[in-house]
């Protein structure tokens, strides 16, 4: 199946700098992939999603940008605010046998200090 | 979303014991998942189904079982044969049905422990 790596682990940023989170995936045939913010304690919510047939999607202060020929997908905070801190997670989605459900990778958990 | 309700909040299990996770969903999805949250893992699916009276094991199905009965809900049964239960306990919905690869929406989950 489908196996996702997110980098890195941990992020520490001041408040107003730009937070970089990185995924890679091993299958070329994955379309789909959404990014999910989990405050602590509470659910993941979905924050931004991408097909594979668009390079980059924006929603305010958040981008995310995917790299087909090299499997690999980023999310972009800028400005970034003191309730931006949280794990997030990215994920691709299966096909075939697998289609409807997604892999997830393991998590960043970023830290914005005031 | 307030459309997914998991219950019950917090739930101890007793050695030898079977325990039933309930997930609800108001949201007329087809798909429904099941994920094990433990610190550092990520998201692990325990099962999904993506129609009523059908599921599939996902990545770690050992020592779980589900039902789906009916559309808006999607059991998760953690049996004895789970040796480490402790972990929080995530549902999730999407509409999927003739459109694969939909946004997946959270319930505010389940945190299991062991007696």
């Known amino acids: 199946g489908e196996n996702v790596e997110q980098h890195p682990s941990t992020l520490s940023v001041q408040e107003g700098d730009s937070a970089v989170i990185k995924c890679t995936y091993s299958?070329?045939?994955?379309?789909?992939f959404p990014w999910y913010k989990q405050e602590l304690g509470k659910r993941p919510q979905l924050i931004i999603d991408i097909r594979s047939n668009v390079g980059e999607k924006k929603d305010q202060r958040i981008a995310v940008t995917l790299n087909k020929t090299a499997k690999h997908f980023s999310l972009h905070i800028t400005e970034t605010q003191p309730e931006d801190s949280a794990v997030y997670f990215c994920?691709?989605?299966?096909?075939?046998?697998?289609?409807?459900?997604?892999?997830f990778g393991r998590g960043t958990q970023l830290t914005v200090w005031p | 979303d307030g459309g997914i309700t998991q219950s019950p909040k917090y739930l101890f299990r007793k050695e030898g014991q079977n325990v039933t996770l309930s997930c609800e969903q108001n949201l007329n999805h087809d798909a429904m998942y099941w994920y094990r949250q433990d610190p550092g893992q990520g998201l692990r699916l325990i099962y999904y189904?993506?129609?009523?009276?059908?599921?599939q094991k996902g990545d770690i199905a050992e020592g779980y079982s589900v039902s789906r009965e009916k559309k808006e809900s999607f059991p998760l049964t953690v049996t004895s044969a789970q040796k480490n239960p402790t972990a929080f306990y995530l549902c999730a919905s999407s509409i999927e049905g003739t459109h694969p690869n939909q946004p997946q929406h959270f319930g505010d989950g389940t945190r299991l422990s062991i007696l």
């Open positions: 299958d070329s045939a994955s379309n789909y």
């Open positions: 994920a691709a989605s299966g096909r075939g046998s697998t289609l409807g459900r997604l892999y």
């Open positions: 189904s993506q129609i009523v009276n059908d599921f």
